[in-house]
Every structure is written in C-alpha cells, then in structure tokens.
C-alpha cells in the first residue's frame, strides 16, 4: 500500500544531492511501479517539522533530476510512504518516493505545501 503524506507544516532541505538508484548488477534502475519506465534517482533529505528533524532519501523517477545543493529548501510533490519488510528479517522499513522534487531559490524558504 502507498501512503500519500501530508507534508503541510514539514519543510525539507537536501542534505545529499541526487544520486543514480542502481541495482546490484550496478544496472541503473528503471521506474516500473510508476509504468513511465524512466530513471530513478535518489535524494537525502533532511524533513523539519515542530517535533525535531529526521533524514529520509527520497526516490524521483526522471530523465534529468535537478540541480541542488547541500542546505537548499526543497519543496516535494505527491510524497509517499512505502512500507516494506527486509527479506530475511521481519524488519518493516519504509521507502519514500515523490513525483516531483521541486528546489526552492537558494537563500529562501520552502514554503508551506498546499496540503499534498
């Protein structure tokens, strides 16, 4: 089940820039979920809300993921949580990917989604 979150009230800054999700083969990932078929890309984020921070990497499938720097504000579109149990344990994790992730000018605020 993907869960779409709120991230009204969350601000994020990116504290990782994107990177290529490669499979174990080093293949580049394709986005299959999705059926769009493009590149996935991956970013850490650093989500701010009034109960602390917590660090996230956040999936993008796209040809051209966009420029940002370590610090910037970000703004996410469509954010989901995809819960997901390791092979071999009964560790649940969570994957979290975006359909969009949008960089805010440097030096500004991401300001406050319209509740997506």
């Known amino acids: 089940m993907d869960l779409v979150i709120d991230t009204s009230g969350?601000?994020?800054?990116?504290?990782?820039?994107?990177e290529a999700r490669l499979d174990r083969d080093g293949v580049h990932r394709r986005d299959k979920q999705g059926g769009t078929s493009l590149p996935l890309y991956a970013v850490q984020?650093?989500?701010f809300d009034e109960g602390g921070a917590e660090t996230i990497l956040v999936t993008v499938a796209t040809d051209n993921p966009p420029k940002v720097s370590q610090g910037q504000s970000v703004r996410l579109e469509r954010l989901q949580a995809m819960p997901w149990v390791q092979n071999g344990t009964n560790?649940?994790?969570?994957?979290?990917r975006a359909?969009?992730?949008v960089p805010m000018p440097v030096g500004k605020p991401a300001p406050a989604p319209s509740g997506s």
């Open 99 to 101: 359909a969009a992730v």
């Open 91 to 96: 560790a649940v994790k969570v994957a979290y």
């Open 45 to 47: 984020l650093i989500a």
């Open 10 to 18: 969350i601000t994020f800054q990116v504290g990782r820039g994107f």
